[in-house]
């Protein structure tokens, strides 16, 4: 089994910037992508940006030259870089992984339990 913890959350003005991390954890045998979603009040949950084990990356064109995604397989962490933030990038980001906790077992999609994001206008 796989854990996702994030941290970094908080409270922001308009303008600033926050850096989000996430960490996975326990029976890893390999983690091909991690990431983050977000789920404002309301809506629906939403890609945030992602990155593989290669290291390509996919943005949300509401965050694309704001947030940077980036990760460290030895430790199997992702850090996303929020800057210029916004009123409207207010939500709950939950990490995001998939990945498989042996060599046999299929790959499954992880959760991390979300963390809250308040920009203040």
């Known amino acids: 089994q796989v854990q996702l913890v994030e941290s970094g959350g908080g409270l922001v003005q308009a303008g600033g910037s926050l850096r989000l991390s996430c960490a996975a954890s326990?029976?890893?045998?390999?983690?091909?992508?991690m990431g983050w979603y977000r789920q404002a009040p309301g809506k629906q949950r939403e890609l945030a940006a992602i990155?593989?084990?290669?290291?390509?990356?996919i943005y949300a064109d509401s965050v694309k030259g704001r947030f940077t995604i980036s990760r460290d397989n030895a430790k199997n962490t992702a850090n996303l870089q929020m800057n210029s933030l916004k009123p409207e990038d207010t939500a709950v980001y939950y990490c995001?992984?998939?990945?498989?906790?042996?060599?046999?077992?299929?790959?499954?999609?992880?959760w991390g339990q979300g963390t809250q994001v308040t920009v203040s206008s």
């Open positions: 990155v593989t084990s290669g290291g390509r990356t």
């Open positions: 326990g029976s890893i045998f390999e983690i091909n992508l």
């Open positions: 995001y992984a998939i990945g498989k906790a042996t060599m046999t077992s299929p790959s499954i999609n992880y």
